[in-house]
């Protein structure tokens, strides 16, 4: 294996620090034009736009199976919060204007932009778990408008990529397509490919076919480290011989960056990640979380254009990770820089990223904010895989779903299924179920239930504040909804007998 | 377990008993009396017979064989191990199987291969004789029979720390732009640097006392091809008891000199690993 080291000056770093993408065109055949800002916007009416111009758009390719298309109706969302990221992202520094070597350097100026200059509208991410900066495109300020515009350039986009391992097929053309300062999660269970993925990204592995391009350029060919791509490693693969200092200093010893600016540098990323005073440690010396960190510092260090993140948290125990999701989280928006990470972990991808990329069995089932894909799953796959779904088979024995055509199955989440708490007036006598509660267990906030309705289980959630049940004892419930299954489609479907009283997506808790 | 362990008392006294009396039944007390009959009649006798000038000769033969030996073995077991752990290919199960043939096979065979090879009955003897070089009977048949006995050792201790290491370091390393000699000298020679310096060690201390292979490719020439086993032998056979001794307790003194390395080296390494891993 031959690796030439040497960063050519029209090399790739200096791309980076350099005006970066803006002038390059949008992917071709990539359709961001038809992800009006209009799309992203409705919130409400669950039923009509998101998923419809989810399924459009992807229809527009030609993408077989399961393979969504790479459009992001809901990308206008996550652009409200890294809309306003983006001028730190663009400019790439003050100084970048030198080309080459030297910008190299002068990348790393452009991290103090994103932390110490950051615009504005930076209080966004403050309130990352809540809905507002998803639902920026909701409420368009000035800025969002022209967000959605910026972010409507595809900076990581893959098309039709395919790869195998002798007989196993770890990805079958696989599409999507990211946005620029946008956060976005491979989601699946293991062996589905997600990882893979990640790394024909990278680089580290070759696709047999398709395009991977990063900021417009098709980087197939491209050697790893001309890529712009800073990589977090599943266990971090830090440099386990190497001081902290020498681990997140490697990058910028390997451009040949003169020894000063090495050191202001990792001085500058290690204060970032609240590591100062730890850089002559060995990562052995170090706590998961610490090492987590350098990592970060490390991948962050060359100034890449794209991030890449390993099951970043599977190697930490589970006490710190929501801390280091949190952080991480946090840290990406304040960079601005487009992200893309790997993670089995429904509530990690759905609480931490923009956009969700579920993959299963080498293929992308779907794509789209964590809000679409938990209203709107489009494949059965998807209803059973986010949220706490229970698969029904033949559900047409149900009150209000008669008309299911017979040996269908369905998805059902503990939301859609409303326990009437003994002893209040049942209200929607005739739609409901008898069930026999199986099993309560406490769940913090609300119980749990565990129900037998007709030889179905079910489970719920139930008030803490409604009267006690205990197990064995008999409640109506109501079902609301389910997600029924057909063929390779999932759609969701209203108890017949509630369509008079009107059917917005509540979240009934 | 631990009453099953310790409970039985007269079964660990029993068994620890046997180890120690065992080893030193069969090999600590031919040691000692291959010293002591080194010094039999005192120092001056030992020191006439060990600077003999074909003993001289014979240690300075070995010494280069071992040195020639250890080096391409090194080199061959770094490839091998690099290629075993960091490629997948078809046939790799093969190559590993292949590098533990000189484990399997008898030395004597080994010389005798080398013998069917270059010797006048071997198919490259034509070549060889109209270019006028000597493999058998000479330095580097000496040196490729040792070659043989003793390839396994280097590669046999860095697999299996390559294998543990796995490759992400080395994968971050090359994302970052490292070549691959950066790359090895920076990330991967600090891993395996213990398990290849005790290979090095085992590899040399297999080479210094290797007779079998040698002893048929070596024709016995006093001076010329004789290392320092043969030449043992030659004097003991020739009721040179003395002088044969003195020679072996050169040998075993060379033998105790790298047990001591090897342990220290292995003390080091367990520290570094507290040290740095976890």
Known sequence: MCVSPKPSSGGMPGARGTAPFPASSPAPGKAPGELPPAAAAPFRGPQDSPAGGARESGSGRPAGGGARGSAFPGHGAPGGDCGAMSPGTGTGGPGTAVPGRASAVSGAPGLGIGTSGLKPGDSAPAGPESEAPRGGAASPGPGGAKAAGEAARAHVSLEGVNKSFGDFSAATDVSFSLPEGTLGALLGPSGSGKTTILRMIAGLETPDGGDIRIGGTRVNDLHPSRRGIGFVFQNYALFRYMTVFDNVAFGLKMQKVPRAAIGERVRELLALTSMEGLERRYPGQLSGGQRQRVAFARALAPSPRLLLLDEPFAAIDAKVRKELRSWLRDMISRLGITSIFVTHDQSEAIEVADLVIITNGGRVEQAGTPLELYRDPATPFVARFVGESTVLEDYGALVGFEGAPRGASCAVRPEFVHVCPPGEPVQFGNSSEDAIVESVSFRGSSLELRLRVKGYELTSFYSLEHAPVAPGERVKVLIYRVYAFDGGEARLVNNSRLSSQGNGYNFVI | ??????????????????????????????????????????????????????????????????????????????????????????????????????????????????????????????????????????????????????????????????????????????????GFFTTFRRVTLPHIRWALLYGVILCTARAMGEFGAVSVVSGHLRGRTNTLPLHIEILFREYHTLQSFSAAAILVATAVLILVARNIVEGISRKDADYYVR
């Open chain 2, 1 to 178: 377990m631990d009453g099953w362990r310790r409970g039985n008392g007269t079964l660990r006294v029993f068994l620890i008993a046997f180890s120690f009396v065992f080893i030193t039944v069969f090999l600590v007390l031919p040691l000692c009396q291959v010293l002591w009959k080194a010094f039999e009649f005192g120092f001056r006798p030992f020191w006439e017979s060990v600077s003999d000038q074909y003993a001289l000769k014979a240690l300075k033969l070995s010494v280069l064989t071992t040195v020639a030996a250890v080096i391409c073995n090194t080199a061959f077991g770094l490839c091998a191990a690099w290629a075993v752990t960091r490629f997948s290919f078809r046939g790799k199960g093969f190559l590993i199987t292949l590098i533990d043939i000189p484990f399997a096979v008898s030395p004597v065979i080994a010389g005798l291969v080398f013998i069917m090879t270059f010797g006048r009955l071997g198919w490259a003897y034509p070549f060889l004789s109209a270019h006028d070089i000597k493999i058998v009977f000479a330095v580097p048949g000496l040196v490729l029979a040792t070659i043989f006995v003793t390839f396994p050792f280097v590669a046999r201790e860095i697999i299996p720390v390559l294998t543990a290491r796995g490759t992400d370091e080395e994968e971050a390393a090359v994302l970052m732009g490292s």
